[in-house]
């Protein structure tokens, strides 16, 4: 069995974060071990309060699955501190880590900011060079481009979003970064919801079904683990991107209804056997 480690904080209401995670990858026959970086009180209408896991306990997390399960991906989701980001990308390079999805998860389905304002740089700077995929959303891609003041000229960045250039905002994380780009489409202003993954072989448009649901909470958390748990598999880049999001699709379809807000995916929609009804 090929195992993923997923490195992300916890969500109480079980939607998102490890929770979705683990979830996630379950559904995809591979063994899911975990480093919390945060707990967060939170349910479907938000997110009530946040306690970041102590950096030399959250060392100790990733070390105690290294040395023993030792992961084929690891899925990096909500990051809690500088110095967390400092001890990953120390551990990182030590166990000489593979197949790293890296979800820049920076503000929640809520509107909360889950990502303290003096980690934007230090991310960019030490953590996203060893990632082998981002998966930025297009406000998140955004947002890292203005933080880091890597846009060139003649481009609009304009939050608002009007007459952007997907491709190109998509083109200028590639080439700034050592792996692939994925730029979720999810909050497109034309309401088409395309992604564009691009990989050293080129820029790809992939289309995808909308689904019409409120229900989407941790549906990035859900993505980025389905991605790495096909890259532990043995799956190229283009098709782990494919076939995650399409289970994503499959799992907003399935009409899961739970809470007053945002409700979360149903990441089970497709497991049988003799102890489920």
């Known amino acids: 069995m090929k195992k993923v480690l997923t490195i992300a904080g916890s969500d109480s209401s079980g939607g998102a974060g490890i929770q979705a995670d683990i979830k996630t990858m379950m559904a995809h026959g591979v063994y899911a071990s975990s480093a919390i970086t945060a707990i967060t009180a939170q349910n479907t209408l938000g997110v009530k309060s946040i306690q970041e896991v102590r950096p030399d ?3 100790d997390e990733v070390m105690a699955v290294y040395e023993d399960i030792c992961p084929d991906a690891v899925k990096i989701g909500m990051i809690a501190s500088v110095e967390q980001i400092d ?60 933080k880091t003041g890597i846009a060139p000229g003649g481009v609009n960045w304009d939050e608002s979003q009007e007459d952007i250039d997907y491709m190109a905002v998509a083109q200028v994380l590639f080439d700034n970064i050592r792996g692939s780009v994925l730029l979720k489409g999810g909050h497109r202003s034309d309401g088409k919801g395309t992604d564009i993954l691009i990989t050293p072989e080129g820029g790809t448009i992939i289309k995808g079904e909308i689904i019409e649901s409120t229900n989407n909470h941790g549906t990035g958390c859900t993505l980025s683990s389905a991605i790495a748990s096909n890259l532990a598999k043995g799956m190229d880049m283009s098709n782990s991107v494919r076939l995650a999001k399409k289970y994503v699709e499959e799992a907003l379809r399935d009409g899961l209804n739970l809470g007053q807000g945002n409700g979360p995916l149903n990441h089970g929609f497709d497991l049988h056997g003799k102890y489920i009804d």
């Open 57 to 59: 306990v959250f060392r």
């Open 87 to 146: 001890i990953l990308a120390e551990l990182l390079n030590d166990y000489e880590a593979s197949n790293i999805v890296i979800d820049p998860v920076m503000i929640a389905t809520s509107g909360t900011k889950l990502l303290p304002e003096d980690c934007i740089e230090i991310l960019w700077e030490k953590l996203l060079c060893y990632a082998d995929l981002i998966t930025p959303n297009i406000p998140e891609a955004l947002y890292l481009i203005e």
